[in-house]
């Protein structure tokens, strides 16, 4: 991605004056759909102003935009993802929305520095979640073991309950999935042991010793079978959300985003719980979690509609009509007045988000750095070094020296 190429423009359309942008995002069926409708509503109040959809899957969508920019033919407003904003923002595609008349008076702080850099305001958050272990009570239920007090439960109390539940379960249900698949854990993992995943200053803020632990604790909770043996972990990783261990009742506890709940309940077809990560010391204070921005409004620098793309971002930032709209489908919304108004409209699954998000506020750890250039690969080495550890290929040792070692490329090329 050149620097010279960074961006497009939507030309005006015809000789009435009517502004036409390009709006590309990823997402399923039912994000396709919400999002037109948003699309309507602005395009109602503002006939001006003609918002072309561009959307697909998530995999091909950031091959295009690759292209696209490099192509000088990036959309005017973009869906940008936390692992790639940095990618983007350091080569000057994304447009500074600091300078444009968007309100952003009523967003959580670490929600817009999580989209700020020494290169602006280049992301504005669509919506925000937080790390969480996921239950489902009829796995317990099923084997008599009480849900956990997360307040005040360890790592050890989590160990212990999950291989209660396997113990109690009949022949490939277990007490947890095991975590690894996903950067969020490690995250965890780290700031409750004084390390982060980067640093301000765009490099790993942990050692091989560090993340060997993180592996050797979930070696113990595989020899204790409190989650799966390495094959069906395998298996597991190419699941689709509803053939989950959770959906299907045969994990009692699972690593997700909050917002993935509402699609979990959806699969299992009944309540599932929502709980903050263990901690070392068993008080909730040093949990460490985080809000993380489940996606950003960006805009390309390169768009020759700049005042027209920044009033379509605060639309959708802080227009209720756009909030009643997409309501929790992106997240739990960022602004706290459309959050306020859309609540009612939640269903029972979303507002059990929106209340654990607002429970933990108070318990929050400091807001992580955004991820540099090149993270964007970090989760699949994480992924692949954690099945080398679970099939004994390689000792958490040997990993953590191996992935460290390629995770420092991966950012510094």
Known sequence: MALSACGSASPTQGGDDVVELRFAWWGGDKRAQLTQEVIAAFEAENPKIRIKPEFGDSGPYWDRLATQVAANDAPD???????????????????????????????????LKSGTSE????GLAAGINAPTILANPEVFKAAGVELPDDSSWTWEDFGRIAAEITAKSPKGTYGSA???????????????????????DRKLGFEPADIAQWWAFLKQLREKEAVPTASEVVEAEA???????????????????????????????????????????????????????????????????????????????????????????????????????????????????????????????????????????????????????????????????????????????
């Open 77 to 111: 407003i973009i869906q940008m993802d936390e692992k790639y904003i940095t990618e983007y923002s350091s080569r000057g595609a994304l447009l500074d929305l600091s300078k444009y008349d968007i309100d952003t008076s009523k967003f959580d702080e670490a929600a």
């Open 119 to 122: 290169d602006g305001l280049t």
């Open 178 to 200: 095991a975590y690894g698949g996903d950067e969020a854990s490690l995250g965890v993992w780290l700031r409750q042991n004084g390390k982060s995943l980067y640093t301000p």
């Open 239 to 413: 699941a689709t959300l509803d053939q989950s261990g959770l959906a299907t009742g045969t994990n009692g506890f699972a690593f997700r985003w909050s917002n993935q709940l509402p699609a979990l309940e959806k699969a299992t077809g009944g309540d599932l719980e929502i709980l903050r990560f263990p901690s070392k010391t068993g008080k909730s204070a040093d949990t460490h979690l985080w809000y993380k921005t489940s996606q950003f409004w960006s805009a390309s620098s390169r768009t020759k509609h700049p005042e027209e793309t920044a009033k379509f971002i605060d639309f959708l930032a802080n227009n209720v009509k756009a909030g009643e709209i997409l309501l929790a489908e992106r997240g739990v919304n960022p602004n706290s007045d459309i959050r306020a108004a859309t609540e009612s409209k939640l269903g029972s699954a979303d507002r059990k988000v929106v209340t654990f998000i607002d429970q933990i506020k108070d318990e929050l750890g400091a807001a992580p750095a955004p991820p540099p250039k090149g993270a964007g690969i970090i989760q699949e080495i994480i992924r692949r070094y954690t099945v080398e550890v679970l099939f004994d290929r390689l000792s958490p040792d040997e990993a953590g020296e191996k992935a460290v070692e390629e995770m420092k490329a991966a950012i510094s090329s």
